[in-house]
Structure formats: structure tokens, C-alpha cells
């Protein structure tokens, strides 16, 4: 009796390993589409399995009784929707891949274009001293030093728990022209340690408090405030701070080139409008990035 019962206690775990892959994506799109749409909910399903198991397309494997535990923990997180960057560790951004955790903020494809607009610079400079502020996963200043081999770059981040991650993306890059420190931009005092630069970049916190009820529910939940929001009643106070850093050190010739909150393109415009600069249109057509030259 105890040998049926164990050979059917297997028959029945082999068989509920060895279901369609296709059972493990609707259980998941199924639990996506409540609080997204068809196709989006789709899209994050693909890359969840591509990411976290490396399972692309429609796979045949055997699924093991690790993979049915990490999938079902991992269901209960989407549940409370959290982000599935941070639910795999792992973003893509531009041509490589980031790790990333809830101390810092998930690369976006709009920021992808700000180090796009950089790397047209490339015939301009030589051998370009850049600055990143605000570095978080190092996305940006790694993204660009993997693509300009002869730039040096200095990525200034004041999360310590940020740094750890940015260093690590940089040991997977080999990246090793890219250089963190772990200060606060917004103290004035921190400057004196910095030299000047042909380039600097940033993609601060620009959003107002006032905005946050309108921000979605896994943005305001998970990514870290202190990249969302700025400090104090100043939400432009990253893009005062930058330019007063850059009168004494922008090289000449030098340019500046920061994303920014499409709402408040105009309100940046008009506090810099003693300076030459344009703003930059997004993918969808939204102002997003300064450049000032």
C-alpha cells in the first residue's frame, strides 16, 4: 500500500513539474491583467521569464520543484505589484543589462536618450571629462563608457546602498574607465573635490511632492523617494544647483544635458534664460531632456 501511494504521490508531482509552459505564463498574465492591459501585461510576463529563469519563447523543459517555488514567491510579489525589475533584479538599459534592487530606480527608455544625445557628442570632444550626478545603477555613466572608450567619467551618488549596485553593474561591465563616489551633490562644500569636465549629465529627482497622487501605484510603492522627489519645496533645485556648479567648472565649450519633468519644461526654460540652451524632445514627443551650451 505505501509503495502505491508513493508512486502515485510522484506520477502526480512529476506531472504538475512537467505542465505546458504555457500554464506558468497564463497563471501570470492572469494575475498581471488586473492591473494592466492586454499587451503590457503580456510584455512584462516576457520578460520575467526571459530574466529570471533565461526561458524565452514557448519552452518544453521539465520544470523543476526549485522553479515552481521561486514562480509561486514570485507570483505573491507581482500580487502587490511590484515592479518585475525588482522582482528578477535585473534591467535592460540601452545595449546592456543593470542589475538593480529597491535602492534604486529602474531605468526608463526616455533616459536611454539622454545618453543617446551624449554619445552624439562623440566628434566634438576628445578624450571628454563627464560628470554624472545622481548615478543611482550607474546606468548612464556606464551605458556611455562602454560606448566612448576614451572618456573619463566621475558618477557622484549620495545613496551608499545605490553605490553598491552601481559598482557591481561596473564589475560586470568591465567598465573601467567609470569612476563612483558616494557624496551629496546639493552641499556646496562636497564641489571643491571635483575638477572640471567637458560633459555633465544628470537625471535627478524632478518631481514634486504635489505630484506624487498622480504617479502610478508601483512607482511610488517601491522605487526609492529620494530619486523620485527632490528635498525641500524646491522640485528645480537639482537643475540651480547644477548650473551654479557649472560656472566654475564647465570647460569651455562645454555642454549640460539633464532630463527633466515635461510639465515644468517651461518654468526650467525661463529660470536659464540667460543661458543658451534648448530642450529635447522624447520618443513620444514629450520635453525631456535640457541642453545647455
Not at 499587451?39 to 526561458?55: G, H, V
Not at 535602492?103 to 578624450?127: A, G, H, M, Q
Not at 545603477?137 to 549596485?165: M, N, P, T, V, Y
Request: glycine share 4%.
Amino acid at each position: 500500500m505505501n509503495g502505491f501511494n508513493n508512486g502515485l504521490i510522484e506520477t502526480v508531482f512529476f506531472d504538475f513539474m512537467s505542465k505546458e509552459f504555457s500554464f506558468f505564463k497564463n497563471k501570470l498574465r492572469k494575475t498581471l491583467e488586473q492591473f494592466f492591459e492586454v499587451r503590457e501585461s503580456e510584455n512584462i510576463a516576457k520578460i520575467y521569464f526571459e530574466d529570471r529563469f533565461q526561458i524565452k519563447g514557448n519552452s518544453e523543459n521539465v520544470f523543476s520543484e526549485q522553479f515552481i517555488n521561486i514562480f509561486d514567491q514570485d507570483l505573491e510579489r507581482f500580487k502587490l505589484q511590484e515592479p518585475v525589475q525588482y522582482i528578477t533584479g535585473k534591467a535592460w538599459f540601452y545595449k546592456y543589462l543593470f542589475l538593480v534592487n529597491d535602492s534604486v530606480l529602474i531605468p526608463r527608455p526616455e533616459t536611454e536618450e539622454l545618453v543617446k544625445y551624449i554619445l552624439d557628442l562623440k566628434p566634438f570632444f576628445r578624450n571628454p571629462e563627464i560628470l554624472d550626478i545622481g548615478t543611482g545603477s550607474g546606468c548612464i555613466a556606464l551605458s556611455i563608457g562602454k560606448e566612448w572608450h576614451d572618456a573619463k567619467i566621475k558618477a557622484i551618488e549620495i545613496s551608499a546602498d545605490a553605490i553598491k549596485i552601481a559598482e557591481r553593474n561596473k564589475s560586470g561591465l568591465k567598465a573601467n574607465n567609470v569612476n563612483f563616489e558616494c557624496w551629496d551633490f546639493l552641499d556646496e562644500k562636497n564641489w571643491k573635490y571635483l575638477d572640471k569636465f567637458d560633459i555633465i549629465v544628470s537625471n535627478p529627482p524632478y518631481i514634486p511632492f504635489e505630484e506624487a497622487s498622480e504617479m502610478d501605484f508601483s512607482t511610488l510603492n517601491y522605487e526609492p523617494k529620494i530619486a523620485l522627489f527632490p528635498e525641500g519645496q524646491d522640485h528645480l533645485i537639482f537643475y540651480r544647483k547644477i548650473i551654479d556648479f557649472a560656472t566654475n567648472h564647465l570647460n569651455p565649450g562645454g555642454k549640460i544635458l539633464c532630463e527633466i519633468n515635461e510639465f515644468h519644461a517651461a518654468e526650467i526654460s525661463n529660470m536659464m534664460s540667460t543661458y543658451n540652451l534648448r530642450i529635447l524632445k522624447d520618443i513620444r514627443d514629450k520635453d525631456r531632456i535640457l541642453e545647455v551650451f
